[in-house]
């Protein structure tokens, strides 16, 4: 598979050049110049595959020839090896709807699935092995401590996370900043999470500094997350063997992006359901056409807390018709006038596929609270947020809830809602005992640059 930029399809990158860069050169998000369509009978072939072999199957379409299919059955295995469920995804059915549990893995939030293969992938495509390679990442609660504890033991690999000061909740933070080894950097900076974004995007489109520290990113923008999204939307449709919508938490636009992929790919999907908490920016470009984006909001769900949702690129692109001058143009808009806006016929392309709610702090509250009190299922306030969207959009199609994180990494909002501590998982029982470990820096690039560089001489 071959892969070029949003901005430039010239470009042509290999899958592990793609990879190993996160963001093209010309500052676009990489795409597949091809995607693999599966037929009806295709998909039957495919629907009794353990969450293994179906992740081996989605997942080598994107990344041959640079990875043989068996090497990758074998990473793919190892990398899901350390999920505390037999097949890393668990479907319940919670009163009318179907709770899709993504939140099994080491830091109990659905950033495992993709992170926990991405840590693999470095040492199978020999990405680190003749320089020392900084990651860089920007988190807003659950990417950081994916990524540490998918990169914690890599020899030839640094990780910095930079997550936003203060704005994440206290288990997000300690499951992060307790996990570290001497590779791995914590930074809190003073600011909110597309401050932390920024710097990075901005790192990312310095040349000479990319190339100084041998820079490489894991961010939700990384093709390598998507594709490993993607499989779950095939394996809860193969176990409900019928059409669904999918309503999903977002705030960058990843997780509701694959679900798009895999429409494309062939997936029977009805509506995917976009679920904002107040900071709402995709609920309004969704139901208006305008991409506005105005101050983060610090709410009940900070993994969402978010203004900049950088993976509306790669839809805008499709949208358009696949018109890269069209996205140049959507973008510098965005950049000199602080907003763009849709035409009427690129809105309803959107309204056809997805359906958009903002679900607001008491809203979430309160919807913890009657899910527990009718069902006794604990949600975390994200997949709560789903939850409520799923509730508004009304049509006659089962609907797959996308349930983000353990409802333990938000153990104080969820007391808030139905006061009850939320017991502590297998994986962080270790956790109270631990000491944490990151350093506060200023909201200024050049001090988060000079910081990278001491660390990195
Ligand atoms: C990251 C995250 C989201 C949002 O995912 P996007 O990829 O930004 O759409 C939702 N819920 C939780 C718990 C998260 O960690």
């Not at 071959?2 to 399809?9: E, G, H, I, V």
């Not at 909110?192 to 961010?219: A, H, L, P, T, Y």
């Not at 049509?395 to 809830?401: F, G, Q, R, S, W």
């Amino acid at each position: 598979m071959r892969y070029y930029s949003t901005r430039d399809k010239k470009l042509d990158f290999s899958f592990t050049e793609i990879f190993s860069r996160g963001l093209a050169p010309d500052g676009g998000l990489f795409i597949p110049s091809d995607l693999k369509k599966y037929s009806n009978s295709q998909l039957k072939s495919l629907q009794n595959l353990s969450y293994v072999d179906l992740a081996t199957e989605i997942i080598s379409n994107f990344c041959s020839p640079d990875l043989e299919k068996e090497k990758l059955k074998t990473l793919v295995s190892k990398a899901y090896s350390n999920f505390l469920t037999k097949e890393v995804v668990k479907i319940n059915k919670v009163g009318d709807i179907y709770l899709l549990e993504l939140y099994h893995g080491p830091t109990l939030a659905f950033k495992d699935i993709a992170m926990q293969i991405i840590g693999k992938l470095y040492d199978e495509l020999n990405i680190s092995v003749e320089k020392k390679v900084n990651i860089l990442v920007a988190t807003s609660g659950d990417t950081g401590s994916a990524a540490i504890a998918a990169l914690n033991d890599k020899k030839n690999i640094n990780v910095f996370v930079l997550h936003p000061h203060e704005k994440i909740s206290k288990n997000q933070r300690k499951i992060m900043t307790t996990i570290g080894s001497t590779n791995i950097f914590n930074i809190a900076i003073k600011g909110n999470f597309d401050d932390c974004q920024k710097i990075v995007k901005e790192m990312f489109s310095d040349n000479d500094f990319r190339e100084k520290i041998n820079m490489s990113g894991v961010n939700s923008i990384n093709w390598a997350r998507i594709i490993c999204q993607i499989v779950y939307y095939f394996y809860s449709y193969f176990k409900l063997s019928k059409k669904t919508n999918f309503a999903v938490p977002t705030g960058n636009f990843g997780d509701v992006y694959a679900g798009y992929i895999a429409k494309k790919m062939g997936l029977p999907i009805g509506k995917l359901i976009v679920a904002t908490n107040q900071n709402d920016i995709l609920a309004r470009v969704i139901n208006s056409g305008d991409y506005k984006p105005n101050d983060v909001k610090s709410t009940l769900t900070p993994s969402m807390d978010i203004q900049i949702s950088s993976n509306f690129e790669r839809l805008l692109f499709d949208i358009s018709e696949q018109n890269e001058k069209r996205v140049i143009n959507l973008m510098n808009d965005l950049k000199n006038k602080g907003s763009f806006s849709l035409g009427e016929k690129e809105i309803s392309i959107i309204k056809d596929i997805f359906d958009a709610e903002a679900i607001d702090d008491n809203e979430t509250i309160r919807i913890i609270r009657d899910f527990f009190n009718n069902f006794g299922f604990i949600l975390d306030p994200h997949t709560a947020t789903a939850v409520g969207a799923s509730y508004k959009v009304k049509n006659d199609l089962p609907t797959v809830v996308l349930g983000t994180a353990h409802p333990y990494k938000f153990a104080d909002t969820v007391k808030l809602a139905i006061n009850r501590e939320v017991s502590t998982p297998e994986q962080v029982v270790a956790l109270p005992d631990k000491k944490e470990k990151f350093e506060i820096l200023d909201n200024n690039l050049q001090k988060v640059k000079n910081y990278i560089l001491e660390k990195t001489q």
